[in-house]
């Protein structure tokens, strides 16, 4: 098979078509060794040849692609590469060929050196991130990239992308509400059409949770989303939030506030692995004010002003809908996905178990509080809206 990146150097090409064809088959070689043992965890002996074959092609072409030269200026295309070397390097990690915890440096010197110099030019994480994966993962005659041609790989990746595109429709509907007011005649529609984005991740996400493999996505998906090094620095996994939408919603309907420190710390450690759009994306929302402010202020104003029942009205619906996918996140996916399987492992293995560094005990409670924050819970520890919220209910209910 060959790259869709026809009008790029050679070698670039050359690795573009690897990745879409002979990665994909040896990386489900391997995950077909590793799923037929009793204990799925241990991989150090199995696939020895399929590793080295795997290793090898990879760090060859890398190295053609540096002794040409010749990278791509675009963005789009730079992205792209930099993505091509994510999936290699991720693959060497779930194969255990790298591992940041017995390395001080990565033993993937091609790879590493291309992915800084990527990283640098296009102002990004050097590494392989949500985007390359999903919403930034361009097809090729039907098959956009994968690691593996397993059906729950592709039922994840794919039921993600499309939630992902959900939450941006949504997140540009609330922020155009933002640009003409919650007054104008056109926000009903605007906060009609954010609610039905919202509610499609809802009914996107409950078929992806009847359809995928419980065992399949944790011993054959979940391991390719784990930190790695790139040169002497660790860079944590692939995080499916990794995007602008679902931020944008958190500040924009103002059920995160944007003086919560431990809210701009996630933002903030979040920041490297966003393409630079979303980053702007994410600080105009946090300069902005928020919905609910906006309605807050109005019910204090004129709490009779003809536009404020219907608006608050449609605002509630949206909140409602959105908090349903926070509670499917953290409820279900992560849940039965992670936290479940996880019971019983060792602690060594526990502690490596989440893309995103901290062990998945902290990571959960973590999770817990972003799930409250966007359900606007009534928690007297974290800074919930939930009494403003029951304001509006209360308005709405007259």
């Given amino acids: 098979m060959t790259g869709f990146n026809h009008n790029q150097p050679d070698a670039v090409s050359a690795f573009d078509g690897w990745i879409r064809g002979r990665f994909v088959v040896l990386n489900t070689e391997l995950e077909a060794l590793y799923f037929e043992q009793e204990d799925r965890s241990q991989i150090a002996s199995l696939g020895s040849g399929v590793k080295r074959e795997l290793l090898n092609e990879g760090r060859s072409l890398v190295t053609e692609i540096l002794r040409e030269g010749a990278l791509p200026a675009n963005f789009d295309q730079a992205f792209d590469l930099l993505g091509n070397i994510g999936h290699y390097m991720a693959a060497c990690r779930r194969h255990g060929l790298t591992d940041p915890d017995r390395e001080a440096r990565s033993p993937l010197v091609e790879a590493s050196t291309l992915s800084l110099r990527l990283g640098l030019q296009l102002g990004v994480a050097p590494r392989l991130t949500t985007a390359h994966m999903q919403f930034a993962n361009r097809a090729c005659e039907g098959r956009p990239k994968r690691f593996t041609s397993l059906l729950d790989e592709a039922l994840f990746s794919d ?46 996400n409950l078929e992806l949770f009847r359809s995928l493999d419980v065992e399949r996505f944790y011993f054959c998906v979940r391991p390719y989303f784990m930190t790695y090094r790139v040169g002497d620095a660790t860079w944590r996994g692939a995080n499916a939030g990794d995007f602008a939408g679902v931020n944008e919603l958190d500040l924009r309907l103002g059920l995160c506030r944007n003086d919560d420190q431990i809210y701009l710390g996630v933002l903030a450690e979040k920041a490297p692995y966003l393409v630079p759009n979303d980053r702007l994306l994410v600080g105009g929302a946090l300069a902005a004010p928020s919905l609910l ?20 009205a449609a605002y509630l619906k949206v909140i409602k809908s959105f908090g349903a996918t926070a509670a499917q996140h953290q409820n279900l996916l992560v849940k039965r996905f992670v936290e479940e399987p996880s019971v019983g492992i060792s602690a060594k293995q526990r502690a490596r178990i989440t893309a995103s560094g901290p062990e998945l005990d902290v990571l959960l409670a973590s999770l817990a509080r972003l799930r409250d924050l966007r359900l606007a819970a009534p928690r007297d520890d974290i800074p919930t809206r939930h009494a403003e919220i029951a304001r509006l209910q209360t308005l709405v209910a007259l």
């Fill in 159 to 204: 039921f993600n992308t499309r939630a992902q595109f959900a939450f941006i429709r949504a997140a540009d509907d609330i922020r155009r509400v933002a640009s003409i007011g919650l007054s104008h005649p056109a926000a009903l529609d605007l906060l009609a059409a954010a609610d039905n984005a919202l509610r499609s991740v809802v009914a996107l």
């Fill in 293 to 312: 402010d906006a309605l807050i202020e109005a019910l204090d104003r004129d709490p009779s002003a003809s536009w404020l029942r219907p608006a608050a």
